[in-house]
Nanobody, 125 residues
Framework: VQLQASGGGLVQAGGSLRLSCVVS????????MAWFRQAPGKEREFVAG????????YYAQSAKGRFTISRDNAKNTVYLQMNSLKPEDTAVYYC???????????????????WGQGTQVTVSS
């Protein structure tokens, strides 16, 4: 499976961006999808995730109330709408997919076998 992320860019604090991640293949509906991010000098961290059927979502505390993950199974695409962006949101954002992740690992990088190439998000103050 291949994941292609896009939508990053430079935005002022308080602005918005929508990231997209297109997943190749026919098995998109079987994947738990997630977004992670990695700032310079820091470990990759979980941002948001969504169940296979989209029935529930889960977020890092830093993303709650500002970010929204969604998926369009007809387009094999997962989105991350980011509002009220802050300079501390600056990072490379990665989408990830897993057909086998268990609940206890769904916010951990170990739970995901498939990764996109990353898209840079830079928020200026």
């Amino acid at each position: 499976v291949q994941l292609q992320a896009s939508g990053g860019g430079l935005v002022q604090a308080g602005g918005s961006l929508r990231l997209s991640c297109v997943v190749s293949g026919r098995a998109f509906r079987s994947y738990v999808m997630a977004w992670f991010r990695q700032a310079p000098g820091k470990e990759r961290e979980f941002v948001a995730g969504m169940a296979r059927n989209g029935a529930y979502t889960y977020y890092a505390q830093s993303a709650k109330g500002r970010f929204t993950i969604s998926r369009d199974n007809a387009k094999n695409t997962v989105y991350l709408q980011m509002n009220s962006l802050k300079p501390e949101d600056t990072a490379v954002y990665y989408c990830a997919a897993s057909a086998t992740v268990i609940s206890s690992e769904r916010t951990n990088t170990r739970g995901y076998q498939n990764w996109g190439q990353g898209t840079q998000v830079t928020v200026s103050s």
